[in-house]
């Protein structure tokens, strides 16, 4: 790490916004508002960041370190992991993982995120180390690049799959799914015991993208059933792995139960179909479930709706019973429904794929065809300064 002349109140503001630029990328990166393009903007001046306090040298680091201690949180310690493995200095590297510990999940999350944006080649003099220790959570940096990279251990898998630690478990188990390792799929439905919900529906996943969706359903069915938290994710994936007539079947049953109307309103757009439309403007005109209509809507449509007027913050545009709630976006019912009455429904617009549709469209890819491994949907489109 060289030492340079620099400018404390320059490099300060690079490890800041790299922090936050890091921060808006993790909340969009699978979501409905945003596309490879606009997540590709962001990458661009994230990078740019990062780049700028690479520059710096040893005043760029202690900078992200200052930062760190001030704030210590997932951005800042996305920022010190990814300063330290582009470097590949094995000494800096270790003591981000160390300074990781307190964060818990979070943290080992932000660290795979750092992982996620560094060059394989940088990677490779790491990830052999963390594969082959003791220590659990280099275990889980290792798996996480092989899942980000997309690469298969070979028979070591097996050995993680079964692993004592529930968070390599967990992380193998996601990409024996992803990698279609049909060879571990008794590992994977050992994995539908799981200690959590969170490891149970991870296992269920891969079992489904393994073609064993008959072993997941029930464990699905019960996680949507018993754990409020998961039960949209839970519901997705029942949905994807289910025909379409069962599907709905299914879905109108959990409709109907007051706990879970909202989760199951926000996933009637996976089935595609636009028939829907008056009952989900209807679904917009009360406040508990107006949120999960409009998710449903984003669903339904290859439209970037930021270009529309139809979302809104503002309590009057819709309506006395909305009253309360405060900067929520929303889907005014009466704009909606012109909207659609005009026919402009997917008209006149761009074709606009959010991440959550890339996401989506990879894993009905993968679950389609036997041997198709699941696509990493968060490749991102970059695009020069001035457009």
Not at 155 to 160: G, P
Request: charged content about 25%; hydrophobic content about 45%; some cysteine.
């Amino acid at each position: 790490m060289h030492s340079i002349a620099t400018i404390a109140a320059i490099v300060d503001q690079h490890a800041e916004d790299a922090a936050f630029l890091w921060l808006r990328r993790r909340r969009e990166i699978d979501g409905p508002l945003l596309d490879e393009t606009d997540i590709g903007r962001i990458d661009q001046r994230l990078d740019a960041n990062i780049e700028g306090l690479m520059a710096a040298g040893k005043a760029g680091w202690e900078a992200a370190q200052a930062r760190f201690a001030d704030y210590p949180e997932p951005g800042e310690l996305f920022v010190l992991g990814a300063l330290a493995l582009r470097w590949g200095d094995a000494k800096l590297v270790a003591s981000t993982i160390d300074a990781s510990a307190s964060a818990g999940e979070a943290g080992l999350s932000s660290l795979s995120a750092a992982v996620a944006r560094t060059p394989r080649e940088k990677l490779r003099p790491f990830v052999a180390k963390w594969l082959d220790t003791g220590d659990a959570v280099q275990r889980c940096l290792g798996l996480s690049a092989l899942w980000h990279h997309r690469v298969d251990p070979g028979a070591r898998l097996h050995d993680f799959a079964s692993h004592s630690n529930t968070r390599v478990r967990n992380r193998a188990v996601r990409l024996a799914g992803a990698l279609k390792r049909r060879d571990l799929l008794p590992t994977v439905l050992a994995g539908l015991d799981g200690e959590t919900p969170k490891d149970r529906l991870t296992a269920a996943l891969a079992a489904c993208l393994l073609g064993e969706t008959r072993s997941a359903h029930p464990v699905v069915d019960k996680i949507v059933l018993s754990e409020t938290a998961f039960a949209e994710a839970a519901i997705e994936i029942r949905l994807l792995t289910t025909d379409t007539k069962a599907g709905k079947g299914w879905l109108q049953k959990h409709l109907e139960q007051p706990a879970l109307r909202s989760a199951a309103a926000a996933s009637v757009g996976l089935f595609g179909d636009r028939r829907v439309m008056p009952w989900l403007i209807e679904k917009m005109r009360e406040p508990e479930l107006a949120g999960a209509a409009g998710a449903a809507l984003r669903d339904l449509f290859e439209v970037d709706f930021g270009d529309t007027d139809l979302f809104v913050t503002d309590p009057a545009v819709l309506g006395k019973p909305f009253a309360h709630l405060d900067e929520s976006s929303l889907p005014a019912a009466d704009r909606v429904e012109a909207w659609w009455d005009e026919g402009r429904g997917g008209r006149n617009h761009r074709p606009f794929r959010s991440m959550r549709l890339l996401r989506l469209n990879a894993l009905r890819a993968a679950l389609a065809t036997p041997d198709t491994p699941l696509a990493d949907w968060r490749v991102t489109r970059r695009s020069p300064a001035w457009i």
